[in-house]
Nanobody, 127 residues
Framework: QVQLVESGGGLVQAGGSLRLSCAAS????????MGWFRQAPGKERDFVSA????????YYADSVKGRFTISRDNAKNAVYLQMNSLKPEDTAVYLC????????????????????WGQGTQVTVSS
């Protein structure tokens, strides 16, 4: 089992950058695929990005491709989301997710395939 705690959210102006972190408990973090989702008020939880256990394969939602970068440090039990060129429409609660199975690109956005979730960190982008 793994517990996830996100941090790094905040208020930023459009065009700015933030780096989110997700700290994971447990000795087997390196076995887990990791993902980031986001949820804006009144909207569905949307897929943002995912990374395989070894960091070699990554997926991105079209809306963030070229602006966001996912990475992980298995020695630190952490996954990161570097967010650049932020837009007001990026405003949401960002949640970290984990699963022992790395989904395909088509499946990565399926929320119920991810077994573990953090509580989220708020990102607000002002115009």
């Amino acid at each position: 089992q793994v517990q996830l705690v996100e941090s790094g959210g905040g208020l930023v102006q459009a065009g700015g950058s933030l780096r989110l972190s997700c700290a994971a408990s447990g000795r087997t973090f390196s076995s887990y695929a990791m993902g980031w989702f986001r949820q804006a008020p009144g909207k569905e939880r949307d897929f943002v990005s995912a990374i395989s256990w070894n960091g070699r394969t990554t997926y991105y939602a079209d809306s963030v491709k070229g602006r966001f970068t996912i990475s992980r440090d298995n020695a630190k039990n952490a996954v990161y989301l570097q967010m650049n060129s932020l837009k007001p429409e990026d405003t949401a609660v960002y949640l970290c997710a984990a699963d022992l199975t790395f989904p395909s690109a088509l499946e990565a956005g399926t929320k119920n395939l991810w077994d573990y979730w953090g509580q989220g960190t708020q990102v607000t982008v002002s115009s």
